[in-house]
C-alpha cells in the first residue's frame, strides 16, 4: 500500500463525488446492490486506513460500467468514432456466438508461441468451455481489427462492408487419434 492512501484528506477528497452520486441515486432500485457495496467500501475504508487502496479497487470494480460514474472504472476512452465501436460490438457478439458454436472439445488446447532470442517457447492453454473459447477467439479478432483501423496507411475503414476486404490467415489444427487395428488371425 502506499502512504498516500492513510491521509484522510487524500481518502476524503477520491470519495467526496461518490458520497455525492450515491445520494443522488440512493432510490434507484437498479443500482441498490451497488450503493450497498459502495457504503460496505467507504465504511471500511474510512474506519481502516490501512484498507483504503483495497477498498478503492472494490469500487472501482462496482462502478466500472455504470453510465454516469463519478470515478473511474470505466477503462480509457476509445479514441475510435462511436459507429466503429458500435460495429465492434456487433461483431464481436457474433463472433464470441460463431467460436463458440464452433467449439466441440476436439480442439481444447491453445498453443501460444513466443520468440525470444532466436527460441521458440510454447505455452499449452485450454479453455475451460465454449463459451471462453468463443469469447477469447472473438477479442483477439476485434483487437486485430482496431489494430487494422489505427494503421497508417488505413487496411479497414471501419465499416460492416470493408470487413469483407481485410483477409486474414487462419490455422486450424486438428487432433485426431487413429486406432491401429490388430489382426490376431
Known sequence: MTDKWIEDKYWNDKIA??????????????????????????????????????????????????????????GAASKLPKEVQDLLKEVQTELETAYGLSYTGVVKLVDFRRMKDDNENTIRYQ???????????????????KTCFNAEPQEWDGTREGLEALTTEIDVIEEASEEVATDDS
Open 127 to 145: 479453455h475451460e468451455n465454449n463459451l471462453a473459447f468463443g469469447k477469447a477467439k472473438a477479442a483477439g479478432k476485434i483487437s486485430m481489427l
Open 17 to 74: 463525488d461518490l458520497k455525492i452520486w450515491i445520494a443522488e441515486n440512493e432510490n434507484d432500485e437498479e443500482l441498490e446492490d451497488t450503493i450497498d457495496v459502495l457504503n460496505l467500501n467507504l465504511k471500511r475504508g474510512t474506519k481502516k486506513p490501512e484498507s483504503r487502496e483495497k477498498c478503492w479497487l472494490g469500487i472501482l470494480l462496482e462502478m466500472r460500467g455504470i453510465e454516469g460514474s463519478p470515478v473511474g472504472g470505466k
